[in-house]
């Protein structure tokens, strides 16, 4: 059984499924009911061992033919290989301080999209700044090409973000607990928003009115420092907790 909390924010509709763990509605700011839920899936990853002879891997990612790793080699911290013969295509990203070059290389949800026929994936360099790797020309042109103007980003340890409508300035935006700034013993609970960098609006989406109660504070880590993720076509969000709990953001 889980609690789900509805509201709506302008067009924005919010709904929260709320931790199992939770009865006291203090918790949100929202009225909840009950709903049930059923899974009904099924394992159905089937496959074999790829060997790669790769320096670093960090992260694994499919897209159409491509197998893409995020490395730790400075010569290509993003390799691309095709996904049926696992023949190398490309080694982008190398490492440096040019606009096309990268301190250190994340993608913290995989997210990716397509612009005029092109492949573009969003990645964040040294932990701080957004760059949009344009995929399909990079791999024509055999160098790493950023498809837009690079800009600051929300700084991974202290929250996660996804790009709304495939706009690099239109992002929703999830801050992580942090101490207050007048009562810096306490935390604030994390906080949600519709951030534009272009026009500079901003859209705050209140959920919780307070922390949980923890007895440890690392539990915290738990409950929410989770990443986003986004329907690969819609914006629809989601923000997963422990205990298989999650708030839809549609």
């Known amino acids: 059984m889980k609690k789900l909390i509805c509201s709506y924010l302008g067009s924005l509709m919010c709904f929260l499924i ?32 790829v060997n790669l002879e790769i320096i670093g ?13 995020t490395t730790n080699d400075p010569s290509g911290m993003l390799q691309i290989f095709n996904k049926n013969t696992l023949s190398p295509i490309a080694k982008l990203a190398t490492q440096g301080r040019a606009k096309n070059e990268f301190i250190r290389i994340e993608n913290m949800n995989w997210q990716y999209y397509y612009r005029d026929g092109d492949l573009i994936i969003p990645f964040i360099d040294n932990y701080c700044f957004l760059k949009e790797i344009n995929i399909s020309q990079s791999i024509l042109q055999g160098h790493t090409v950023i498809a837009s103007d690079v800009s600051e980003c929300i700084q991974i340890p202290d929250g996660s973000f996804v790009l709304l409508d495939d706009d690099i300035n239109n992002r929703f935006e999830c801050l992580f607990p942090h101490p207050d700034a007048v009562l810096t013993d306490n935390l604030v609970p994390v906080s949600y928003s519709i951030h534009n960098f272009e026009d500079q609006s901003f859209k705050e989406i209140r959920v919780f009115p307070k922390m949980m109660e923890c007895e440890r504070k690392i539990d915290l880590d738990t409950y929410y420092k989770n990443r986003l993720s986004k329907h690969p076509t819609k914006n629809i969000v989601v923000q997963p907790f422990g205990l298989l709990d999650y708030i839809l953001f549609l």
């Open 18 to 49: 709320a931790f199992s763990s939770c009865e006291n509605k203090s918790t949100f700011l929202f009225d909840t009911k009950e709903v049930d839920y059923i899974s009904d899936s099924k394992p159905l990853i089937k496959g074999s061992d």
């Open 57 to 69: 891997v960090d992260r694994v990612f499919v897209c159409d033919t491509l197998l893409m790793f």
